[in-house]
């Protein structure tokens, strides 16, 4: 063991002397005598073997003594220090040591006898310690750092070695900190790097290793720009990722790092700005360094900063961005962006370099999608054009490349080379741009391609053919495959170079395979002709193969040398080849062809195996796509004829339509004939293919397509444009249009036909497997448009929309996407050939086909994904970009029916539409005009339905900066016509109130017109895109997001826009499109007003009816002990009660207004679509208030005038009990002064002697009987009063009181003899019975009213006459359609009149009988005998009292509160069943269970008696409702409840009053009480008399007995069956609710069908379903068979109808407003809505006819086909029902 002892004492040691103890050693015998120890004790030498971080070996010389020695080791350093005792060794290791640090060790040799050695000292550095933690971080291509933690102990500095496979050592630094950066690296090397620490004596630690990769030049460079997660082939750039709409789209800021480049360039790109390519950015301490001197007013004169500008090292060379985004890029963004820098004219890359692979790639499928249109000097003088694919063009290539250094700038002279002097462009990216200085790190290598096209202007060209022209990038000594693909495809390469003196063996491996043209600059010092001649002459090259910039020459001098040259070579090429054919090159070479990939090449084929069997392209649709010929369009033909019936002519109107039917079906039978055609069959297959294969098929198809129609549609374009600048050749016209349309085909016919494919299928039955196998297509398609491919809407060929395979479409896009996901759609309309498409293209970066001519047709859509951040502003997730064909000019419209097919199409995506875009043109005024009519007629259509979609007017080809101001007049101008166009289309449209266009739409000038500039800057075809065009088009997208995010309108979901679409269009294929137009999503909006308006308007009910049932209380109670009130009066109080109704009716019909107003500004549940009815519902809100005020003041004076009336009988009722008492108080001192114990009967004698006398004693007035019958007579010649004389004539031959003895019968000869045209006797039978059930339906009306006052047992009171003859004048007035004379409306009313005062003389007779005072005394005798007995007899009364309280006062008061109040909730709680919600629903849930039950019976009761059976169901459901009782009796327990809480909180209060007086304790509960129960005053006084009871015992016996009658009451109702019930309600909930069903109570003037609109103030009337006529009783004339056909049907005919309105003269359908102005009645919302009418018609035919003795209908035969599904299902679609 070692001895170790720490110290840090570093004082020298003292040396001790120890004496040496005697020993003395027993010794055995034998054994040798010890000898005495040396004293001498030899040195140690000693040595340092090791050092390490922590221990330090020491080396020690031994010793030759054989004595055993003790080692003392002490060491010490500056901060630490200890000490060691061991054995004698030849090695000693110290541990526990400081690294890094300098030790001192002193060892002393020690004997056992204390002896020691002199001390040997060394000294020595411990080893330091190596870092810990290397960490490596910010690696890039040519750099690395890294950095370590500081190791423990004194370390100096480090050393950094930095080592590669390659070379040992590449870099050795040295630091003092713990971090370093390595530069100057290779890219993509592994180093192993090496950190050691390093002490002041330079001593190292060991190095601590790690390794890492530099990362790779192109890793690098996307990792700057952010691109690097693209460069996988899992996640290239997509075009919907570069397309969608987000905030970089959308906002002007300043690229602030690389990572915004890519961006920036990309959205410039794709909005075809040529200022894409400058894509520097701004650092932050620039541009604060820069406005700190803008602000700070710097004027110092500072020539070193001057000089020292930014360093453009530090930016990144457009090509580099440009190289990054193509490798990053899938196919189709390769080819979107090659298109849109060719249209730029950028170069675009035709090999795309690799510098990590070191490989490159021909960009054959990037430059597929380049269409070129130029005139060569050859058809300069025809005027023809040629127009081909790039790719395919057969045009000589010239190529530039660089050997070596170059002082030329090539790409500098090349541009000058293909520009002219007035058209100077920077098609290639040059040192002189900006940013082009910048150093070049992934781009060299890449060859970029242009082409020079003529336009046949000898002045204008430069080169008199087309040339394509190629550009190396990077010296051809790095990149020897570039340039030998070069050399193997160019006519002509021509190499710039300085110095020739190496590089000659490239120049002449390559040069038999073309043309070597030497470009040299000899004004450079180190030029040598001599190196140049020597390889000419070896290259074999002539004079004219050497271009040399001498030293007179200016640049202008030599470019011209060098076009001549270049211009010699295109004139005579030695070689042409297509760059489709370079791809077989560069596969010899080793180089990659993009569209090489499986994928494409698999699509390829399939596109192929298509496009092959073309010929003919007429022919090959005939065979191949015969669904949408001929077959489609007559389809089409009769779709408009089933709505518009302009060919019906004589023919029964529903067998006209069925016969349309049933040619539409033989069409659809004849279209399931076809077999799938081949060219179908693998259509479907390869679009069926997974995704990236599908898109490429569709691309190829695309391609190919476009191919062979530009050969055969060129010469029609041409011949269709000169045709039509001469307006007389209009049947040439016709015809090339013609011809035009059917030699067109691209895939939008290929996808139309899978439509039509899909809808014929689905007119098969469900489980038909042709059907079902073509249930995915719609899928299909879906996934297309969620691609970015679009969809048509509108065949533009047929003129339609095929709207069950567009819906089932969008239902699947739907169910694609997320359900709740929102779209806003945008939409350009204008003349045809103005720019549309491409406007749509720049603006979304979209690719809707651009084409010459008249050639695509109808309507597209295309889906852009909106981006999360732009989500919360614009509240959609994606945006619809809507591109339709042009609109015809008036000449042209004149040919066919193109004026009407543009009508449809505006106002069908109009209507679509949240924003439209109009292109007009102001030069033709005439053109102009006649599209400003159609967008206008559009606009109005769409404000009629509730639509307020907004505009914005494009001007183009307006390029002056001051064109807003010098249009101002021209905006005026616009203005003006557009407000006479509006007054045009509103009359057309018969909506006149319309004046100008500011009353369609949210228009103004100043912000609503946008003037772009042309779209090319100069002329094409070397025109770029005019960057003033781009910017425009730019500033017009921000303003229509801004637009669509400052929306009122809330964003439909996709599923809503579907049905606006089938609305829309179902609206359009009518002649009135406004009368027509009937939507779902409009209906659901109406559907939840109507439903919020009934909710409000039954809260205000609610509240008033609770507020009334209280006043009526108070009213019953004044003038008793429970009057709280302090009027004395009781006009005072009723005053008072009516300011206070007035108040709360203000306070209701303001919170009314005010839900309504909240309600319509909500941007949900499209609220805006009902912004048309807001004025009704307010209208209604009013009437109601009008309607509750008068009835809540009938009812306080009805109340009132019979209270004041009972407070005389209740005085003289008291006066009598106040004198019986007295009597009867008399009584019993008489007898108890007799002192004798009187039996029952003696006390009975005795009291029957005192009740007869006093009886005699009193006196009683006879109760005044009123003649209620000369009141109603006196209120009924009010009424008449301003009649005339002949209703008093009429009222003075009979008297009041023999009306209504029998049942009500009109004579009918009265009517006839009044009738001039007697041949109408049909009629006049049916005006009859019309008049005689509108009388019936009046009376019945009118007895429940007289049933609710009996039920009352009130008082009659004048107003109740007053109602019911209101109630009359209302119901005639809403059945202004039955004509009546004044006999009809004086009979009626006096046979009501009659009736009434019958009822209200016997109500008012039992009134007095029941408080008559004599009977009301008589009543109380025997009460007032037990009372007698009991004071006489001394007995508690308590309980008894108690009981006849209870029992007698508030058990009848609880029970008539209960009655009072629980109408309310019956109500409350049926209102929460959808059936009774709206009208809507109602008539719904009632026709529904007509269909259920399928009684005849029951629907004739419903058709001829409909208020009856409505009452008679409403009430049935509220049995059905309550038939549990459980259900009433919870609200029956609740209002008992409440009571019995009252009753107890009346006697705790009354306790708290110590009246002391049992009196005065009940007289304090009633008046607690008096606000609530209305207690019986006859009930009270009896109870009063001869009461001794103690107020205590009888408090707490009240409480025992209220207890008691609580749950006797809950027994009593518990027993009560529900009819009872409703039978003792004082609100009536079957009555409230039939009001609240039947609504105005007007019918259809035609088929008798009950109106649905919501709100009492509608002004108009409407149904939601129809009937046929017959089963109103109408009849045919002649047959007198039953009529068939449908008023929603006959309103779009030519047919006529005739009636007692339009006084027998007949008069069309069509115009039915003219004679009944306030109904609308819209045609079905679909041709299959009225099928539940049809089927019960169909059904019960005969039984009608036998009912109405007519003959049986003649039934179309469609509609025997109608089952019961069909029927339900009919309901569901015209009620709306999801």
Known sequence: MTESVSTMDNSEEEEDFYDAPDTFLDCEEGDSPATPQSDYVPPPEVTVLHAGTETVSLGLTPTDSSVRYKLHIDYSSDTHGGSVIVEDSSTVDVDGLHPGTEYTFRITRRAENGNQSETASVSVFTDPSPPAQITVYQVSSESLSLRWDTPAGEVENYIVTCCSEEETCVQELTTDTNSLTFSSLKPGVCYSLQVSSQLKNRRRSKPVVTSVHTKKQLETLLEDLGLEQHYSDVEKLSLRTILQIDERTITDELVKCNSDLPWYFLKKLMMVNVTARNVKYTSVCESVHENHDALSGNTRLDLKNLVDSPNSGDMLNPLDIITALFLCSDGFVQQEMALKMSMCQFSVPLLLPNCDTEQCTLMLWAMRDIVKKYRPQSLSESKGFIEDRIVLSDLPMISFVRLGECSLSKSEILNKLLSNSQQYHDTFVHHNMESGDSPRRISNGLVEITWYLPCGNKNMDLFSEPVAVANLRGDIASFETQYSFLCQTSAAVFVFFDNLDSECRLLTNQHHKTQIFLVGNHQRENFSLDALEKVATELGLTNSNIILKTKRMNDADFVKNLRKTVSDVVENPKKNMPIEQMADIAHELGILVDEHSPGCQIAKKNADAITAEIQDTLTYKEAQLPLQGQIWKDLTCLEKEEFRLRKAGSENIEMYKSDLQEQKTKLREKQNSHDMSNAMTCFINAISSPGIERCYFLK?????????????????????????????????????????????????????????????????????????????????????????????????????????????VLSQLNALVSPKSKILVVTVLGVQSTGKSTLLNTMFGVQFAVSSGRCTRGAFMLLIRVNEDVKKVLNCDFMVIIDTEGLKSPELAQLDDSHEHDNELATLVVGLSDITIINIAMENSTEMKDILQIVVHAFLRMKEVGKKPKCQFVHQNVSDVSAHEKNLRDRKLLLQQLNEMTQAAAKMEKKEENKSFTDVMEYRPDTGNWYIPGLWNGNPPMAPVNAGYSEAVYELKKNIIQMLGNCDSSANKISEFTEWMSSLWNAVKHENFIFSFRNSLVADAYMRLCTEFNKWEWEFKKEMYTWVTNAETRISNFGTVAVKSESHDMSELLTYLKSEACTLLSKWETKLLENLTKYFKQTEGHVYLVEGYKEEFSNSAKSLRREMERSVFNQLEAAADIRQGMVKLDSIKENHTKQLEERVCALIEDCRKKKVKMTDKELDNEFNEMWDKTLKELSFCEQKVTDVYTNVTHNLRTNLSHKGSHANEILNKKDLKNCGLEPFKYAVEGVIKKLKNKVMTWFTEDQVAAMQEMADSIIAACKDILSQKMVRKTNYHETYIHDILRMIDERLQNNQHVTTDIEFEVSLKQHICGLAARTFQKMHEDFIHVNDPYRCLHTNKEKFRADFKD???????????????????????????????????????????????????????????????????????????????????????????????????????????????????????????????????????????????????????????????????????????????????RETFKKTNIEMKLKNLHVKPQNELFTKVMGCGKQCPFCKAPCDAGGKAHTEHFASLHRSQGLGQYRFLWTGQLVTDICSSLVTSDKNFLCEATNHGSHPYKCYQEIFPDWKIPPDVSLQASDYWKYVMTKFNNEFAKEYDAQPADIPATWKNITHKKAEASLKESFNIK
């Open 1431 to 1609: 004071v006489f007899n001394e007995r508690d009364q308590c309980q008894k009292k108690a009981e006849e309280f209870t029992n007698r006062c508030l058990k009848p008061a609880v029970e008539d509160f209960v009655n009072r109040s629980l109408g309310l909730d019956i109500i409350g709680e049926m209102l929460t069943c959808q059936q009774f919600s709206t009208r809507y629903f109602f008539q719904y849930a009632v026709l529904l269970d007509l269909l259920t039950k399928d009684d005849f019976k029951k629907y004739l009761s419903y058709i001829c008696s409909y208020e009856d059976y409505v009452k008679e169901w409403t009430f049935d459901r509220i049995m059905e409702h309550f038939s549990d009782p459980s259900m009433v009796s919870k609200f029956e327990d609740q209002r008992l409840q409440s009571s019995i809480k009252s009753i107890n909180n009346a006697m705790e209060n009354a306790k708290k009053g110590k009246s002391g007086n049992l009196k005065t304790f009940v007289e304090d509960i009633c008046k607690e009480l008096g606000d609530k129960l209305v207690i019986s005053q006859d009930a009270l006084g009896a109870f009063m008399i001869l009461n001794n009871a103690d107020q205590e015992q009888f408090a707490h016996w009240l409480t025992q007995c209220v207890k008691e009658m609580a749950q006797a009451l």
């Open 700 to 808: 190829w198809m695309r391609m190919n397509l476009d191919n062979l129609s530009r050969e055969k549609l060129s010469d029609l374009r041409e011949q269709y444009k000169k045709k039509c600048q001469n307006s007389e050749n209009k049947e040439e016209i016709k015809d090339i249009d013609r011809k035009l349309s059917n030699s067109s085909l691209g895939t939008e016919h290929f996808l139309r036909e899978m439509g039509q494919i899909y809808e014929a299928s689905v007119s098969l039955p469900e489980t038909d497997p042709s059907r079902q196998q073509l249930q995915h297509l719609p899928k299909l398609c879906a996934e297309l448009l969620l691609d970015g491919f679009p969809l048509e809407l509108v065949d533009g060929d047929a003129s339609n929309i095929p709207l069950r395979w567009v819906s089932d």
